[in-house]
């Protein structure tokens, strides 16, 4: 990342840092620990989250801004519920390419629109459609905060 890119640059580079740390968190990653609850008082899991940030690329880019159909594997559209209850059925491997499909999806959308302006297909929050710039914030926000849960959670798998 440079000090002086443009907008647009910084936006994509700051997201894709959280994507790439998403990912990194599944490396070594035992099945069987991506499934497991590894702090109280939260049913969070590490395949949950990863599972949940690949439902929020679909949600956001997909399908509010681009205004394209569900993608699979999301048979519920946007029951966030079904991602992270589902995603102990997953492997680590599976949820890595999940991930991974799913911000690649994110970037073509992105890269369709040139214009951070640009609104989404979609009404959000059930007010108005948001604009690119929004999303990229919005998505950033989001995924940084779940790589926090990320580290949180391998420590304890790490002891």
Excluded at 68 to 82: K, L, S, V, Y
Excluded at 103 to 131: E, N
Aim: hydrophobic share 45%.
């Amino acid at each position: 990342m440079g000090l002086r890119d443009d907008e647009r640059t910084t936006l994509e580079q700051f997201l894709d840092e959280h994507r790439a740390g998403v990912l990194r968190a599944l490396d070594g990653l035992a099945d069987a620990d991506a499934a497991t609850r590894l702090l109280p008082h939260t049913g969070m899991t590490i395949g949950g989250i990863v599972k949940h940030l690949a439902q929020m690329e679909d949600l956001w880019f997909t399908w509010k801004f681009a205004g394209g159909d569900w993608p699979p594997p999301w048979p519920h559209g946007e029951r966030e519920e079904w991602a992270w209850e589902s995603a102990a059925e997953d492997t680590v491997a599976e949820l890595a390419a999940l991930y991974r499909v799913a911000c690649a999806r994110s970037r073509a959308v992105a890269a369709r629109q040139p214009d951070l302006d640009a609104l989404a297909a979609s009404p959000s929050f059930g007010k108005g459609p948001v604009s690119l710039r929004w999303l990229f914030v919005h998505m950033i926000r989001e995924t940084a905060q779940h790589r926090g849960h990320l580290d949180l959670m391998l420590d304890v798998v790490r002891g």
